[in-house]
């Protein structure tokens, strides 16, 4: 079975940084794995993916620049790094893996996402 755990998620003040980690059980999936986040009252949305099998990321307008993802080539560990947070990054975290390989188009689709944590709270105050 697999599992996603996450953890690191907490309370910071505006501009400050934080770090979530997914621990990542169980052989599942092709290689994508990553983080979506939703706020009370919004849709899910992706905030960044690494797809290991070709070492490529994708990241959400909103957190270019701001937000690095990072993870173990088994993907057994994935790290978000967030900086310069903002009030509107609070949200519930999840960390979301898939089967499939992921590309520019799909990487943020949630479908595309065969597994999912329980999620993290991040929350920023002003």
């Known amino acids: 079975q697999v599992q996603l755990v996450e953890s690191g998620g907490g309370s910071v003040a505006a501009g400050g940084s934080l770090t979530l980690s997914c621990a990542a059980s169980?052989?599942?999936?092709?290689?994508?794995i990553g983080w979506f986040r939703r706020a009370p009252g919004k849709e899910r949305e992706g905030v960044a993916v690494?797809?290991?099998?070709?070492?490529?990321?994708y990241y959400g307008g909103s957190v270019r620049g701001r937000f690095t993802i990072s993870g173990d080539n088994a993907g057994k560990m994935v790290n978000l790094q967030m900086s310069d947070l903002k009030p509107e990054d609070s949200a519930m975290y999840y960390c979301?893996?898939?089967?499939?390989?992921?590309?520019?188009?799909?990487?943020?689709?949630?479908?595309?996402?065969?597994?999912w944590g329980q999620g993290t709270q991040v929350t920023v105050s002003v």
């Open positions: 690494i797809y290991l099998g070709a070492a490529v990321k």
């Open positions: 169980g052989y599942f999936y092709s290689g994508c």
């Open positions: 979301a893996a898939a089967r499939r390989a992921c590309y520019g188009s799909t990487w943020s689709v949630e479908n595309e996402y065969n597994f």
